[in-house]
Protein backbone atom coordinates (compact mmCIF):
# COMPACT_ATOMS: atom_id res chain seq x y z
CA UNK A 1 0.00 0.00 0.00
CA UNK A 2 2.76 2.54 0.75
CA UNK A 3 4.75 1.12 -2.51
CA UNK A 4 1.68 2.51 -4.47
CA UNK A 5 1.02 5.68 -2.70
CA UNK A 6 4.64 6.79 -3.30
CA UNK A 7 4.75 5.78 -6.68
CA UNK A 8 1.65 7.58 -7.27
CA UNK A 9 3.09 10.68 -5.63
CA UNK A 10 6.38 10.15 -7.90
CA UNK A 11 3.63 10.04 -11.04
CA UNK A 12 2.31 13.02 -10.09
CA UNK A 13 5.57 14.70 -9.46
CA UNK A 14 6.65 13.63 -12.96
CA UNK A 15 3.56 14.90 -14.27
CA UNK A 16 3.61 18.26 -12.87
CA UNK A 17 7.40 18.76 -13.90
CA UNK A 18 6.65 18.16 -17.75
CA UNK A 19 4.05 20.28 -17.16
CA UNK A 20 6.26 23.45 -16.45
CA UNK A 21 6.64 25.83 -19.09
CA UNK A 22 9.21 28.45 -18.65
CA UNK A 23 12.10 29.90 -20.80
CA UNK A 24 15.71 29.35 -20.72
CA UNK A 25 16.18 32.75 -19.65
CA UNK A 26 14.49 32.37 -16.33
CA UNK A 27 16.42 29.23 -15.80
CA UNK A 28 19.69 30.34 -16.24
CA UNK A 29 18.85 33.59 -14.05
CA UNK A 30 17.29 31.15 -11.16
CA UNK A 31 20.72 29.04 -11.58
CA UNK A 32 22.58 32.30 -10.97
CA UNK A 33 20.83 34.25 -8.16
CA UNK A 34 20.76 30.70 -6.45
CA UNK A 35 24.87 30.20 -6.59
CA UNK A 36 24.83 33.78 -5.48
CA UNK A 37 22.38 33.47 -2.86
CA UNK A 38 24.72 30.23 -1.55
CA UNK A 39 28.05 32.67 -1.73
CA UNK A 40 26.25 35.29 0.32
CA UNK A 41 24.88 32.69 2.99
CA UNK A 42 28.06 31.12 3.56
CA UNK A 43 30.17 34.72 3.90
CA UNK A 44 27.45 35.61 6.22
CA UNK A 45 27.81 32.78 8.49
CA UNK A 46 31.43 32.69 8.05
CA UNK A 47 31.93 36.97 9.39
CA UNK A 48 29.36 35.72 12.13
CA UNK A 49 31.83 32.64 13.04
CA UNK A 50 34.70 35.33 12.71
CA UNK A 51 33.09 37.64 15.02
CA UNK A 52 32.60 35.20 18.03
CA UNK A 53 36.69 34.73 18.21
CA UNK A 54 36.74 31.29 16.10
CA UNK A 55 39.56 31.72 13.93
CA UNK A 56 39.75 28.91 11.50
CA UNK A 57 39.90 29.18 7.80
CA UNK A 58 37.10 29.79 5.13
CA UNK A 59 37.89 26.10 4.02
CA UNK A 60 36.91 24.66 7.42
CA UNK A 61 34.35 26.87 8.31
CA UNK A 62 32.26 26.72 4.99
CA UNK A 63 31.98 22.53 4.61
CA UNK A 64 30.30 22.71 7.81
CA UNK A 65 27.83 25.13 7.28
CA UNK A 66 26.87 23.59 3.67
CA UNK A 67 27.13 20.05 6.03
CA UNK A 68 24.63 21.68 8.06
CA UNK A 69 22.20 23.05 5.47
CA UNK A 70 22.12 19.67 3.78
CA UNK A 71 21.29 17.73 7.31
CA UNK A 72 18.82 20.59 7.95
CA UNK A 73 17.09 20.23 4.42
CA UNK A 74 17.25 16.54 4.40
CA UNK A 75 15.15 15.81 7.86
CA UNK A 76 11.40 16.18 7.95
CA UNK A 77 10.91 18.56 10.59
CA UNK A 78 10.19 22.18 9.34
CA UNK A 79 13.13 24.49 8.48
CA UNK A 80 15.28 21.62 10.63
CA UNK A 81 14.55 23.23 13.44
CA UNK A 82 16.80 21.80 15.90
CA UNK A 83 19.05 19.64 13.51
CA UNK A 84 20.68 22.44 11.50
CA UNK A 85 21.83 23.42 15.37
CA UNK A 86 22.90 20.01 16.55
CA UNK A 87 24.95 19.13 13.77
CA UNK A 88 26.57 22.81 13.54
CA UNK A 89 27.60 22.04 17.47
CA UNK A 90 28.90 18.62 16.82
CA UNK A 91 30.79 19.74 14.03
CA UNK A 92 32.34 22.82 15.62
CA UNK A 93 33.49 20.68 18.71
CA UNK A 94 35.06 18.48 15.71
CA UNK A 95 37.20 21.29 15.02
CA UNK A 96 37.76 22.22 18.63
CA UNK A 97 35.21 24.53 19.55
CA UNK A 98 33.69 25.11 22.66
CA UNK A 99 30.17 23.92 22.87
CA UNK A 100 28.84 27.32 24.40
CA UNK A 101 30.82 29.42 21.37
CA UNK A 102 28.90 27.09 19.15
CA UNK A 103 25.37 26.83 20.46
CA UNK A 104 25.66 31.10 20.01
CA UNK A 105 26.07 30.72 16.56
CA UNK A 106 24.30 28.04 15.92
CA UNK A 107 21.50 30.42 17.37
CA UNK A 108 22.99 33.85 15.55
CA UNK A 109 22.51 31.60 12.55
CA UNK A 110 18.94 30.56 13.30
CA UNK A 111 18.01 34.04 13.68
CA UNK A 112 19.51 36.18 10.97
CA UNK A 113 18.04 33.07 8.27
CA UNK A 114 15.09 34.54 8.77
CA UNK A 115 16.24 37.89 8.20
CA UNK A 116 18.81 37.44 5.11
CA UNK A 117 15.52 35.41 3.51
CA UNK A 118 13.65 38.58 3.74
CA UNK A 119 16.27 40.34 1.79
CA UNK A 120 17.13 38.09 -0.53
CA UNK A 121 13.09 37.22 -1.68
CA UNK A 122 12.88 41.08 -2.15
CA UNK A 123 16.01 41.27 -3.95
CA UNK A 124 15.14 38.53 -6.48
CA UNK A 125 11.82 39.94 -7.26
CA UNK A 126 13.22 43.02 -7.94
CA UNK A 127 15.76 41.49 -9.76
CA UNK A 128 13.19 39.64 -11.83
CA UNK A 129 10.93 42.55 -12.87
CA UNK A 130 14.06 44.48 -14.04
CA UNK A 131 14.90 41.77 -16.24
CA UNK A 132 11.25 41.85 -17.47
CA UNK A 133 10.70 38.92 -16.25
CA UNK A 134 6.67 38.52 -15.64
CA UNK A 135 5.68 37.73 -12.21
CA UNK A 136 3.08 34.85 -14.01
CA UNK A 137 6.20 33.42 -15.11
CA UNK A 138 8.38 33.53 -11.49
CA UNK A 139 4.89 32.47 -9.90
CA UNK A 140 5.14 29.32 -12.23
CA UNK A 141 8.89 28.34 -11.94
CA UNK A 142 9.22 28.97 -8.41
CA UNK A 143 6.28 26.83 -7.38
CA UNK A 144 6.49 23.76 -9.73
CA UNK A 145 10.24 23.49 -9.69
Known amino acids: KTKNYLQNKIDLVYKKFK ?4 TSEAFYYQIFFSIIVW ?3 ALHFYFVV ?3 GVNRSIFSI ?3 FF ?3 LVSTLTFIP ?6 EVTL ?5 LIGVKAEVALTIAIIERLLVFFRSMIYSTFYYWLMRKLKISKNEIK ?3 VKA
Open 140 to 142: EFS
Open 89 to 93: IFLFG
Open 50 to 52: LSL
Open 62 to 64: API
Open 79 to 84: SGLGSK
Open 39 to 41: VFH
Open 19 to 22: EINF
Open 67 to 69: IAL
